[in-house]
C-alpha cells in the first residue's frame, strides 16, 4: 500500500511517499494510526495531538472510526489551507 | 431541471477571469447571473515574497469536483467553473476563481459562496510563507472561522 504525505508532515518526515505492508488485522483509520505510531517516534510526534492529522483514503476524506476498506492509498495530512 | 457539470481546473499557470465567465455565458439565453470569487495573494504588510501552494494531485480535483457537483444539486445552475493554481504565487497573484451562474441571482451567489467555503476547508492545499527577509516562513494554519462558515450551509 502506498502511504502519501503532505506539507509540514512530509517535511518532518523527510519524505511525501512510502510503500508500506500493512498487518491485516487493521481495519480503520484509527487502527492504522495506532499502527504507524510503532513505526518510530517522528510518527509518534506528528500524530501526538489527536485530530491534528487528517486522513484520505483513496483521495477521499475519511473520520478516524472509519474502515479502510479495500485502500491502495492512504494520505496524511494536516487541516487544509487553500483558497 | 438536468444539473449543470461543473469545470474544475487544477494549474499552476494563471488564468483570465474574462475567458472564464465568457465560456459560463457565450451562446446562451438563459444566463441573467454571473458571480465571480477570485482569491489572490496578499504580501501580509510588505513582510511576503510569495506563497508556496502544496496540493494533493487527484484529490485536489476530485474533491472539488464532489463540492461542485453538490452547489449543482442544490441550486439550480447553469454553469460553474473553478480554477486553484499551486506552486509559487505572488502577492496580488490570483490563486482562485469560482465562476457560477445561473438565471436568477440568489443561487449563483449561493453557489460560488458554498463552493469557496467548502473548499477551504475540505480541498487539500496547503500554504507555505516566504518572506521578503529570504527566510522560509511557517506553513499558514486552518482558521477556525473556516469552520465555522461551514455552519450556515447545514
Known amino acids: 500500500m502506498k502511504l502519501l504525505y503532505f506539507s509540514w508532515i512530509r517535511e518532518r518526515l523527510g519524505k ?21 505510531k510503532t513505526r518510530g517516534e ?34 496524511l495530512f494536516p487541516p487544509m489551507t487553500g483558497g | 431541471m438536468v444539473n449543470a457539470v461543473p469545470n474544475v481546473r487544477i494549474q499552476a499557470e494563471d488564468f483570465d477571469i474574462g475567458t472564464e465567465i465568457s465560456a459560463i455565458s457565450d451562446g446562451r439565453n438563459d444566463v441573467g447571473a454571473v458571480v465571480t470569487f477570485s482569491g489572490l495573494c496578499r504580501d501580509e504588510g510588505g513582510t511576503l515574497a510569495a506563497l508556496e501552494l502544496e496540493h494533493y494531485p487527484g ?36 490563486i482562485v476563481l469560482v465562476v457560477a451562474a445561473s438565471s436568477h441571482r440568489q443561487a449563483a451567489f449561493d453557489g460560488a459562496s458554498y463552493l469557496m467555503d467548502y473548499l477551504k476547508t475540505r480541498a487539500p492545499f496547503w500554504k507555505k510563507e516566504h518572506l521578503k527577509d529570504g527566510s522560509s516562513g511557517e506553513w499558514v494554519s486552518a482558521k477556525d472561522a473556516d469552520n465555522e462558515a461551514l455552519k450556515r450551509w447545514e
Open chain 1, 42 to 75: 517522528e510518527f509518534e510526534a506528528i500524530l501526538e495531538i489527536p485530530e491534528i492529522v487528517r486522513v484520505a483514503v483513496d483521495q477521499e476524506h475519511r473520520n478516524y472510526d472509519e474502515l479502510l476498506g479495500d485502500a491502495r492509498e492512504i494520505a
Open chain 2, 59 to 94: 484529490m485536489a480535483e476530485a474533491e472539488i469536483k464532489r463540492i461542485a457537483e453538490k452547489a449543482c444539486a442544490r441550486w439550480p445552475l447553469t454553469g460553474l467553473r473553478v480554477i486553484h493554481r499551486f506552486g509559487k504565487i505572488a502577492p496580488g497573484e490570483n
Open chain 1, 16 to 36: 511525501g511517499e512510502e510503500m508500506v505492508e500493512l498487518p491485516k488485522e487493521i481495519k480503520t483509520v484509527g487502527e492504522f494510526l495506532d499502527w504507524l
